[in-house]
Structures are given as structure tokens and as C-alpha cells.
């Protein structure tokens, strides 16, 4: 009767060890060494895009980083988002080449270029990497960074949606590459700005 026991104990015991999701830190994990300055915003807690950029609006100027937790198929995932603070009188200038965005569910590249976000796997191994050497990517993969924009009323599923992608794409390309790479997101409060070039001068006539 003991030993019956004892053996129905140890398949109780089984079955209630639970497995760990798998956890990944973005920019990189050395980020998180000091969690002193960090707030954590949990996506699930907020209803749209609108919310979010008011709360993580509220973090910056508090002098704190924001960090956004999401989790999707037994992964969590925690994404420092840099967001400049509203009240800054920072003007922050990135060189147009370093940076690509994301609005509603396209990425414009270098000003010019809009590709669907279904394209993001080259798009991202491009902007990162770029080894081809192309000049609307980042030449530089500390600088390059992602610019993330949504309506305010956009819902937390989709944002989640999109998150999950980008760092899935990015996890993918990361450990092709000995998980050094950085994945940087700016959270943004305005929609993309075009910057509109000049007319050339009509050819002086001789």
C-alpha cells in the first residue's frame, strides 16, 4: 500500500511541474541589468495604441524607460521602446537612412520606399545587416532603428499582432547571427512626416 502510494505521489508530482515560457529581451538583455529605471506596461492591460503612447509618455518624463510585456504561444516577450518624453525640449535628429516605420500595416523605407509588412523578413535583415551594402538601409546595425506609429484607436490585439511579428522575424535573423544583433523600437506620437523635395530649377537656357 505504501509503495502504491509513494508511485501515485510521484505521478501527481509529474504532472504538476510546469514548463517555463521561453523569455527574450529586446534591445538586448544586457538592457535589463538595471531594472531600477524600468516600468513595465503589460499590453494586454491597455486598450489601443492612444493609451499606450499616453502611458509610456508618462514613464518617459518621469525619468524611467518603458518596457512593453506581451506574450503569444508560451513566450514572453520584453521590449524596452524608447519614447521621448512630450515635455523634452530634446530635438532628436536620425539620419533618414537608419530609420524605417511602421503605420497601419506598411513600413516606409528611407522616405521613399512603402513595402506591406508581410515583407518584413528581408526588410529587417536589410535595415540590420544590410550586406549588400544598399544605400536606403542602415550602414551602421547600432544605429538602425524602427519607428512605430498607429492610429490612436488602434486595438491591443492588432498592436500585439504586429509586435509578435517584428520580433519574430527579428529572433529569427538574431540567431542566424549569433544572437548579437539589437532590435531597436521608437515609439512615436505623430504619423510619418514625408519630407517633400524640392522642385529643381528649370535648366537655364543658353
Same mark, same amino acid.
Given at each position: @500500500?505504501?509503495?502504491?502510494?509513494?508511485?501515485?505521489?510521484?505521478?501527481? #508530482? /509529474?504532472? =504538476?511541474?510546469?514548463?517555463?515560457? =521561453?523569455?527574450?529581451?529586446?534591445?538586448? !538583455?544586457?538592457?535589463?541589468?538595471? #531594472?531600477?529605471?524600468?516600468?513595465?506596461?503589460?499590453?494586454?492591460?491597455?486598450?489601443?495604441?492612444?493609451?499606450?503612447?499616453?502611458?509610456?509618455?508618462?514613464?518617459?518624463?518621469?525619468?524611467?524607460?518603458?518596457?512593453?510585456?506581451?506574450?503569444?504561444?508560451?513566450?514572453?516577450? /520584453? $521590449?524596452?521602446?524608447?519614447? @521621448?518624453?512630450?515635455?523634452?525640449? !530634446? *530635438?532628436? #535628429?536620425?539620419? %533618414?537612412? /537608419?530609420?524605417?516605420?511602421?503605420?497601419?500595416? =506598411?513600413?516606409?523605407?528611407?522616405?521613399?520606399?512603402?513595402?506591406? *509588412? &508581410?515583407? +518584413?523578413?528581408?526588410?529587417?535583415?536589410?535595415?540590420? +545587416?544590410?550586406?549588400?551594402?544598399?544605400?536606403?538601409?542602415?550602414?551602421? *546595425?547600432?544605429?538602425?532603428?524602427?519607428?512605430?506609429?498607429? #492610429?490612436?484607436?488602434?486595438?491591443?490585439?492588432?498592436?500585439?499582432?504586429? $509586435?509578435?511579428?517584428? =520580433?519574430?522575424?527579428? /529572433?529569427?535573423?538574431?540567431?542566424?547571427? %549569433? &544572437?548579437?544583433?539589437?532590435?531597436?523600437?521608437?515609439?512615436?506620437?505623430?504619423?510619418?512626416?514625408?519630407?517633400? @523635395?524640392?522642385?529643381?530649377?528649370?535648366?537655364?537656357?543658353?
Amino acid at each position: @500500500m505504501t509503495i502504491v502510494s509513494l508511485f501515485y505521489n510521484c505521478k501527481t #508530482d /509529474n504532472r =504538476t511541474v510546469e514548463q517555463k515560457n =521561453t523569455e527574450f529581451y529586446y534591445p538586448r !538583455i544586457t538592457n535589463f541589468e538595471n #531594472d531600477s529605471i524600468l516600468t513595465k506596461i503589460d499590453l494586454d492591460s491597455i486598450k489601443n495604441y492612444g493609451e499606450l503612447i499616453k502611458i509610456a509618455d508618462r514613464i518617459a518624463c518621469s525619468g524611467k524607460l518603458p518596457v512593453l510585456k506581451f506574450n503569444s504561444d508560451k513566450t514572453d516577450f /520584453n $521590449l524596452l521602446v524608447f519614447k @521621448m518624453c512630450s515635455e523634452s525640449n !530634446i *530635438i532628436a #535628429d536620425y539620419s %533618414g537612412k /537608419n530609420v524605417i516605420s511602421i503605420e497601419n500595416n =506598411t513600413v516606409i523605407i528611407n522616405d521613399q520606399i512603402e513595402k506591406p *509588412i &508581410d515583407s +518584413l523578413k528581408s526588410i529587417l535583415r536589410n535595415h540590420i +545587416l544590410n550586406p549588400e551594402k544598399q544605400s536606403d538601409y542602415s550602414q551602421n *546595425i547600432e544605429k538602425a532603428l524602427i519607428f512605430y506609429y498607429q #492610429d490612436s484607436l488602434f486595438g491591443k490585439e492588432e498592436i500585439k499582432k504586429q $509586435l509578435v511579428k517584428i =520580433t519574430t522575424e527579428f /529572433n529569427e535573423l538574431n540567431g542566424k547571427n %549569433g &544572437d548579437s544583433l539589437p532590435l531597436r523600437i521608437k515609439l512615436c506620437d505623430y504619423p510619418y512626416i514625408r519630407i517633400e @523635395m524640392p522642385i529643381p530649377p528649370p535648366p537655364i537656357e543658353k
